[in-house]
């Protein structure tokens, strides 16, 4: 059965540099050509996409972020990353990693549980 | 960018029709996928291509999509689907959400 389990730290300081890994496990990256995702949710907020990669290494980006985006992946470790530069307090949130459906434009039907960073001085 | 507008809040009674909607323009083109979220939980997908279920949705849930706006429906709400709902779409390759509907059971 898949799991997404994301891990890093849960505090960063203004202007840092935050970096989350979603180890997956019960299915290898590589083995299908989904898009795999970032969401994050601020605290009493809704749902914001952040970015895709597929295992080839192409990556679709939120508009919004993708000057401070970065998202890779590891096929040998079985685990995709994100980068988020230049933090400030309004990054403060639950990060989520998630798989889609299928293949394209799928809606994400495996999430990972989330991890809170928040962003402080 | 691309923008879907959701109610914040809907009210219903226990047993009754619950609907939600999610309004974008020309929405009716593009797949529209629903999500439920309960506190401290992470979304589970519960409506898929406009009205597709996942397996082990209860079939109370059910979706349309046309023209502007999407619509997720609840038939004989029950206590358990008080949550935070939000619709979703792609737009150019990015996944675009709806700011979420808080239903409550009453």
């Known amino acids: 059965q898949l799991h997404l389990q994301e891990s890093g730290p849960g505090l960063a300081k203004p202007s840092e540099t935050l970096s989350l890994t979603c180890i997956v496990s019960g299915d290898s990256m590589s083995s299908s050509s989904y898009y795999w995702g970032w969401i994050r949710q601020p605290p009493g907020k809704g749902l914001e996409f952040i970015g895709t990669i597929h295992y080839s290494g192409s990556t679709y980006y939120n508009p919004s972020l993708t000057s401070r985006v970065t998202i890779s992946a590891d096929m040998s470790k079985n685990q995709f990353s994100l980068t988020l530069r230049s933090v400030t307090a309004a990054d403060t949130a639950v990060y989520y990693c998630?798989?889609?459906?299928?293949?394209?434009?799928?809606?994400?039907?495996?999430w990972g549980q989330g991890t809170l960073v928040t962003v402080f001085s | 960018s691309y923008e879907l507008t959701q109610p914040t809040s809907v009210s219903v009674s226990p047993g009754q029709t619950a609907s939600i909607a999610c309004s974008g323009d020309k929405l009716g083109e593009k797949f529209v996928c629903w999500y439920q979220q309960k506190p401290g939980q992470s979304p589970v997908l519960i409506i898929y291509?406009?009205?597709k279920r996942p397996s082990g949705i209860p079939e109370r849930f059910s979706g349309s999509n046309s023209g502007n706006t999407a619509t997720l429906t609840i038939s004989g709400t029950q206590a358990m689907d008080e949550a935070d709902y939000y619709c979703?779409?792609?737009?150019?390759?990015?996944?675009?959400f709806g700011g979420g509907t808080k239903l409550t059971v009453l």
């Open positions: 979703q779409a792609w737009d150019r390759n990015t996944a675009v």
């Open positions: 998630a798989r889609p459906l299928g293949v394209g434009q799928q809606p994400f039907d495996i």
């Open positions: 291509q406009d009205a």
